[in-house]
């Protein structure tokens, strides 16, 4: 029942005989987001190596809030169902202060979404998926393979690789840095990595016990069994609880991990009759920054290496899956030439904005919880104290902002004169998903959304659609067609049948309207009409061939 | 709509010593935080963040250049966490 963590074999790199390759794309860190980078790219047909240090998943539950967004991004991936699965779903939050409860609240998940807002799994299932999804795609896994050297030049990356064999030298075209918090790539060029730190230590504990808590998040400001200081409780899979105390900027961290001092804490908490285990327990402090830019030539940083946030609100781990996310198609339309490599600019415009709103909810939710001053903690108890009487101060209790998907809204990539009127979806927005039928059967929408190709979304049963006269040849799109009823499926596209209306209703449809979506199920712009030129002028656009001709063909 | 800085209280000394008298037999922290929730209380009902976000810079910049009352002799040290 409970994970036993694999060990991946070290194989000797074929670099280290014969001629040296020259490898389009190596993906430093095999952690949650350097497999998820390394997955979305072999399967848009991009080989990847990737490097590893060490020989097997996370030591830990690490990242286990895994949000709405990311769990569609795996769907797309193929592991949205094994993680929706195996994952704990849970929507209701629970704030504590001092002996009592303030309120609950529901994180509001609305029905007719395959995925719910959030699932806690532990990311070492979510890395040994990915490993063994990354492994039957193809891509070259290469354990206990340390990076120790790099060399950044204007069209390459020079690798020094050091394993049980000796060292090898490597030349890649790109070299995606996903090696953490303490980035050895970020270090070797020397990057500023400059932001906020916070001096309060916090003790992390998964707690193996049958507990009959709900499945609930649960919060406490300054409990009985632990004054002064907050504790949250998360359940995950496997009957393992994660307990989250803060122990003030004081704690030693050595001593505070120990389990003598450990176990007292948590009994406290669960008091004297509840059996359990000690499974793993860190104690860190954290910090809120990033890079000034996260592209650097043929050097592009990804996940914590490029920001780090703090825990509250689970946005490193959704953060860093959203930046491979963003990363994948980018770089494999740059790699098969389908883009100009100034599209990678476009990962900065977009993924710079996403880390500043990740470490300003982040920031908040620290503040909060660990007030810096007697007018902070004026201010907290007071919203605290009021939180139970009134509703209107429940929104400023601030015990983490759960990871929402980046909007985009100022991307470059929207073209500026793509079709709007009220209510429709926003360019650069996320796909939303919506329960639809297919071939007679259930289905969801976004599972035909993205992936390889762009995908064009038509709604209504215009002519254009059901008579097969979509001029696709020229263009490069998946195409859906979402009709309220049964209807002839479009040549070459797929029909979906939004009998509820949903689907219609939460893009803001309007009859005969296309819109396109990126292959990271981004929003791109509508079309009043289908108009072949228009959509092929404004997909240029979102592939980084600007200036748009949109405006004209419109 | 800005920050109306206008006379508008129909009994000034009144609300004057309420406010006073609410701090009455609180020692420092708790006086603190029932100024707090007064504030959080009235900025809800004002609902409109700029006007609250007037009021501080206004407030903040008296603070600034130091002309609010000096504390007496006896007060306690200005708490650290305060200073600009």
């Known amino acids: ?105 529901d994180l509001l998940a609305e029905p007719g979404h395959e995925y719910p807002a959030c699932i806690n799994l532990q990311q070492y299932y979510a890395e040994e998926w990915l490993v063994e999804a990354c492994r039957e795609a193809g891509v070259d896994l290469r354990w206990r393979n340390r990076l120790v050297g790099v060399e950044s030049c204007p069209d390459h990356a020079a690798l020094d690789v050091e394993t049980p064999d000796g ?7 790109w070299l995606l840095a996903c090696d953490g918090a303490r980035s050895f790539v970020r270090e070797s060029l020397g990057l500023r990595f400059e932001g906020k730190v916070f001096h309060d230590h916090f003790l992390i504990a998964d707690v193996v016990m049958q507990a009959d808590f709900p499945t609930e998040r649960w919060f406490w400001f300054d409990p009985p ?72 030539g043929r050097v592009i940083f990804a996940g914590d290496a490029a920001h780090q946030v703090s825990p509250f609100g689970a946005r490193g781990g959704n953060g860093g899956v959203q930046d491979a996310d963003n ?61 139970e009487q009134f509703g209107f101060a429940r929104p400023l209790i601030n015990s983490g902002r759960l990871s929402r998907p980046a909007l985009l809204a100022n ?7 793509a079709a709007r009127w009220d209510g ?101 712009g509508w079309f009043r009409r289908f108009d072949a030129g228009a959509i092929r002028a404004a997909m240029r656009y979102a592939l980084g061939a600007q200036p748009t001709t949109l405006a004209e063909s419109a | 709509m800005p920050l109306d800085t206008s006379p508008r209280l129909d009994d000034p000394d009144a609300l004057f010593a309420a406010l006073v008298a609410a701090h009455q037999g609180l020692d420092a922290p708790l006086s603190r935080q029932l100024d707090a929730a007064i504030v959080l209380l ?22 600034a250049a130091h002309v609010f009352g000096q504390h007496a002799p006896t007060a306690a040290a200005p708490d650290p966490g305060d200073s600009p």
Not at chain 1, 167 to 173: A, F, L, P
Not at chain 1, 350 to 371: C, G, H, V, W
């Open chain 1, 1 to 105: 029942m409970r994970h036993q963590s694999p060990r991946y074999a070290y194989r000797r790199p074929r670099d280290m005989d014969g001629a040296a390759t020259r490898h389009p794309v190596v993906i430093v860190g095999g952690g949650l987001v350097g497999l998820t980078l390394a997955l979305d790219l072999e399967q848009r047909g991009v080989h990847c190596v990737l490097l590893d240090d060490g020989d097997t998943v996370s030591i830990g539950s690490r990242a286990i809030c895994f949000a709405k967004r990311t769990l569609e991004i795996y769907g797309r991936l193929g592991l949205g169902e094994r993680m929706l699965g195996k994952g704990v779903t849970w929507n209701t939050g629970k704030v504590f202060f001092q002996d009592r409860q303030l309120f609950a609240f």
């Open chain 1, 167 to 173: 060292r090898y030298r490597i030349t890649v075209d």
């Open chain 1, 225 to 296: 069994f632990h004054p002064n200081q907050s504790v949250l409780l998360h359940k995950q899979p496997d009957d393992l609880w994660r307990i989250d105390f803060q122990l003030g900027p004081d704690a030693d961290p050595e001593t505070e991990r120990r389990p003598e001092r450990v176990v007292p804490r948590i009994r406290a908490m669960l008091g004297e009759a509840v059996p359990f285990e000690l499974e793993w327990v860190s104690v860190y402090t954290f910090c809120c920054r990033r890079l000034e830019r996260f592209v650097h």
């Open chain 1, 327 to 387: 990363l994948a198609w980018k770089l494999a339309a740059v790699v098969h030439d389908e883009a100009p490599v100034a599209l990678l600019a476009s990962y900065d415009a977009e993924r710079i904005p996403a880390a500043e709103e990740n470490i300003l909810n982040s920031t908040r939710s620290t503040d909060f919880i660990t007030p810096k001053s007697e007018a902070a903690r004026a201010y907290r108890n007071a919203a605290l104290t009021l939180a």
């Open chain 1, 411 to 417: 991307s470059p990539l929207n073209p500026p004169h």
């Open chain 1, 424 to 524: 429709s979806l926003a360019p650069g927005s996320p796909a939303i998903d919506a329960p639809v039928e297919r071939d007679g059967q259930p289905d969801w929408l976004l599972r035909h959304i993205g992936g390889a190709r762009f995908t064009l979304v038509c709604f209504g049963q215009d002519d254009a659609f059901s008579r097969g006269r979509l001029d696709l040849a020229p263009l490069s799109v998946s195409l859906v067609v979402i009709a309220a009823g049964a209807a002839p499926a479009p040549p070459g596209g797929v029909l979906l049948v939004d009998r509820s209306g949903l689907a219609a209703r939460r893009y803001g449809a309007l009859p005969g309207s296309c819109l396109l979506l990126r292959p990271d199920q981004h929003a791109v």
């Open chain 2, 42 to 63: 009235l900025a809800n009902h004002i609902g409109d963040t700029r006007i609250v976000l007037e009021a501080i810079e206004r407030a903040r910049a008296l603070a």
